[in-house]
């Protein structure tokens, strides 16, 4: 290989507090190809991109444009490299019109004291046209989620880049919208332009990409040609490690009471439909799939957090009617979302208001005073028992660490001596050790009979804690995984639809 | 076993917390400390204006001064009670002048149609809650902000109490004796409105510290989202506090009445800036969250002490807003640091 490769990263670490998010990595972009960027959730895609964007600055590392090293200390020095970065998240000025948005980076560099929207309207038209005829004048926050990320698309296009960099770019798109944007994203590459593709779906990347590089848990593990790769090969290359020593035991065989929760025939009749979960006393069970997938969208409504339009919940054998969060509150079914410092955790208020948020009722006296010591008790224990490292319970939420932080998420939700728990992504963003406190504990509680529901985008975790694993697909149950079909490949490919491909081939092979 | 048992049995099972999670970043401080370190801090500037105003004034230092500054900031600071509760929950209310004019119009025209002014002032009190009321549905239900729902109701209101009274101030002066005494009288020489304020001051500090109803408020206000995720009803919340501050500017609205015997229809035009100011300067957030009584009492007493000194000083009349102002600037210019500095 003698021709100098247009980006390339030469032993890149970052590391947020405790969590390494990248140790040591490279990667290297020719001129000219489609490079497909894999790993799971975590593996540290997304901030290589991010540094390679300005976003985020390396501890240690170089990064090379043209073989000479550069710094990246901003988004716009990023543009004056020619490097465009498409966000997974949406970024969009929501009340700006899809023209003003396309031309932001352009407006923002214009000398002239006033806008040209005649020509603003005419060229943005010129460039949304290429991916699809969204009326350039329509504000953002009129489009759909697909159009709008077809906006952010079109904005990329327009920067004059030399380095585009898609992250997941078709997460939120149609097939159709999908297949017009690999072939724009080819044309860019005839006109010499250098992509970054990261993406989950195995079938676009072997059909559109010409190498594949697998990052795992922030190292990097290998490059290779797509012609000398296969679908199996990277998924196998993203995962397959050491994990067993880090999780609790699982349940022995045979061992699940009875049925704790029921849920029949549910749908909110927009982002999921016709959702059926069964959890018996004593096990955890798992929901994996994509992000985006509606896994959040499930437990909020079984939880009443959102409105389900059909469906039927049953709680220990009784059907409960649940209308909203108090509802199952009361009867004994709590969720702890998975955005913690959003909507987990009040920040600025004491630990101990915090472990008390559920159920104040329990806390009030006759005069509708809160009792005081009752709360610091109640505080006092379940920090014990969870192991809070704090100054004292009067401490503000903020002061924690992040690990221990969701404790206090967790002592809240232990509060109303709940019968389940659905825990969406638990141990998002915890340190290592942290993680592995909260992983026995939750085994614990599944043994002393509380149930314990999963939902993880870490697929050693599902794999590691729950006993069955059930996978959520566009909204849809796409299959369920007992503890001896457990494995990262098999929910990757039910979570990404592979599956249905490789059988329709072995379909195909038989018939011939 | 139930999951209490459960836990139970978790605390023997204690897990050892490896070396590297302990977090380093913990510091001792909260923010019931916090809260009071501005209370204390108050109190030491208010103490030290005033010490140094009793080498400027003779006057300063003397009963009958305490006792107008007091009398000048109790009807306010029953209106700031209510500004503070819901500047906790992450609302304000800039209507509350118009409200205060209100209560006192309606109140005083009621009185001049023949009824006795023990009810017209509750009426009056009542068409104060009615007017929070309305604004809350606007806020909870239609999902207006707060900001623009009340200033839409302060120019309502305000237009309101001209129509009533056609532009002129309603006289008063056949109240009642029994009735001015609200205003005017004295309980061994402590003036009931004091009495009163401290009375209101009182009970809403304690319920604001004590009362679950009011710990919820805190809640709403700190992370509505993981409110609702807590199963509050954040909507029921924030419209009963909007309510109650609005019923709080009523009551101030009728002691007024009882103290000037008139009713003026311009009256309290302005006043919600100041009193946004007090809370404000004694810790209250603007982003919800955090906010205590006793604090934004201080905040008023502090402007009045400073309102005083200036005209004891034969400052005009016309320096007092500007240096208000400045003052509001640098107590949300320190409250601003502070928080940076913690997180």
């Not at chain 1, 149609?174 to 690999?182: K, S």
């Not at chain 2, 409105?193 to 004590?210: K, N, T």
Request: net charge neutral.
């Amino acid at each position: 290989m003698t021709e100098t490769p247009i980006l390339e990263i030469r032993g890149l670490s970052k590391a947020f507090g405790p969590v390494k998010a990248l140790s040591d990595v490279r990667f290297e972009l020719k001129q000219g190809e489609i490079h497909a960027l894999c790993g799971e959730n975590g593996a540290g895609k997304s901030t290589l991109m991010n540094m390679i964007a300005g976003v985020l600055q390396p501890d240690h590392g170089e990064i090379l444009i043209d073989g000479v090293a550069v710094s990246i200390p901003s988004p716009a020095a990023a543009q004056r490299l020619g490097i465009a970065l498409v966000h997974q998240e949406i970024a969009l000025c929501q009340d700006a019109t899809v023209a003003e948005n396309i031309y932001m980076a352009a407006i923002n560099g214009r000398r002239a004291p006033l806008m040209n929207f005649h020509r603003l309207y005419a060229d943005a038209q010129k460039v949304m046209d290429l991916l699809a005829p969204i009326p350039v004048r329509t504000r953002v926050a009129d489009l759909s989620i697909s159009n709008q990320q077809l906006v952010e698309i079109a904005k990329a296009l327009t920067l004059d880049c030399k380095v585009l960099m898609l992250d997941e770019p078709t997460a939120a798109l149609t097939e159709g919208e999908a297949q017009r944007l690999f072939a724009i994203v080819r044309g860019l590459k005839d006109r010499g332009i250098s992509v970054v593709y990261i993406s989950h779906r195995m079938a676009e990347i072997f059909s559109l990409c010409d190498r594949v590089t697998v990052f795992r848990d922030g190292h990097y593990v290998a490059t290779d040609p797509i012609a000398k790769s296969s679908p199996d090969d990277v998924v196998r290359k993203m995962v397959g490690r050491e994990i067993t020593q880090l999780y609790p035991d699982k349940l022995a065989p045979g061992q699940p009471g009875r049925l704790l929760l029921s849920v029949e025939n549910l749908s909110d009749g927009k982002r999921f439909a016709d959702v059926k979960l069964q959890l018996r006393a004593g096990e955890i069970l798992g929901i994996g799939g994509l992000i985006g997938a509606g896994r959040s969208e499930i437990a909020q409504t079984i939880c009443g957090l959102r409105p389900a339009s059909s469906g039927t919940v049953e709680l220990d054998g009784t059907a409960v009617r649940i209308r909203n969060y108090s509802d199952a509150v009361k009867a004994g079914l709590v969720y702890l979302s998975e955005d913690r410092k959003g909507s987990g955790v009040f920040l600025d208020m004491p630990i101990a208001a915090n472990v008390s948020a559920l159920d104040l009722g329990k806390l009030t006296g006759s005069l509708g005073l809160l009792d005081r010591k009752a709360e610091d008790r109640q505080a006092t224990d379940l920090t014990k028992r969870l192991g809070v490292r704090m100054a004292g319970i009067d401490a503000a939420v903020s002061t924690l660490s992040g690990g221990n932080q969701q404790k206090v998420a967790i002592a809240k939700q232990l509060s109303i001596d709940p019968k389940v728990i659905i825990m969406d992504e638990p141990t998002r963003g915890i340190d290592v050790g942290a993680k592995v406190e909260i992983h026995r504990l939750l085994r614990q509680l599944a043994g002393k009979g509380v149930g314990i529901v999963v939902i993880s985008s870490e697929l050693p975790e599902l794999i590691g804690l729950c006993d069955r694993v059930m996978v959520v697909r566009e909204g849809r149950i796409a299959g369920e995984l007992g503890a001896d079909e457990l494995g990262e490949e098999a929910i990757i490919m039910l979570a990404s639809g592979v599956q249905n491909s490789s059988n329709q081939e072995k379909q195909a092979q038989n018939v011939a | 076993m139930s999951p209490r048992e459960a836990g139970e049995t978790l605390m023997q099972a204690e897990i050892k917390a490896p070396e590297t999670a302990i977090e380093k970043h913990t510091r001792r401080i909260n923010f019931a400390r916090l809260a009071s370190m501005r209370e204390a801090g108050l109190i030491v500037i208010i103490l030290a204006l005033c010490i140094a105003m009793s080498f400027a004034s003779p006057h300063f230092l003397t009963w009958g001064n305490f006792r107008a500054m007091l009398m000048s900031f109790s009807i306010e600071g029953i209106v700031v009670v209510g500004m503070t509760i819901l500047l906790i929950v992450g609302g304000i209310d800039l209507s509350v002048g118009s409200v205060v004019c209100f209560s006192m119009v309606v109140s005083g025209a009621l009185f001049l149609a023949g009824l006795d002014p023990w009810t017209a002032s509750l009426i009056g009190i009542g068409v104060s809650a009615l007017i929070g009321a309305a604004m809350g549905f606007f806020v909870t239900v239609v999902g207006l902000n707060h900001f623009i729902t009340s200033l839409a109701a302060m120019v309502i209101v305000r237009g309101l109490c001209l129509v009533i009274t056609k532009g002129t101030p309603l006289s008063l002066f056949t109240l009642p004796p029994a009735f001015k005494a609200i205003g005017q009288g004295s309980f061994h020489g402590l003036p009931y409105v004091i009495i009163i304020f401290v009375v209101v001051v009182a009970i809403f500090d304690f319920l604001l510290r004590r009362a679950t109803a009011f710990r919820k408020v805190f809640y709403t206000g700190s992370n509505e989202k993981a409110a609702q995720f807590s199963g509050i009803k954040t909507k029921q919340v924030k419209f009963w506090v909007t309510v109650l501050c609005s019923t709080l500017a009523g009551l101030a609205g009728v002691i007024y009445m009882a103290r000037f015997g008139a009713a003026t229809p311009t009256f309290g035009a302005g006043m919600e800036l100041n009193i946004i100011a007090a809370a404000v300067i004694g810790g209250a957030s603007l982003n919800g969250g955090s906010g205590t009584i006793f604090g934004a009492i201080l905040g008023m007493a502090l402007l009045s002490v400073v309102t005083s000194s200036l005209i004891l000083l034969d400052v005009s009349v016309y320096w007092q807003d500007m240096i208000k102002g400045c003052i509001l600037l640098a107590a949300v210019s320190i409250d601003h640091f502070l928080h940076r500095k913690k997180s």
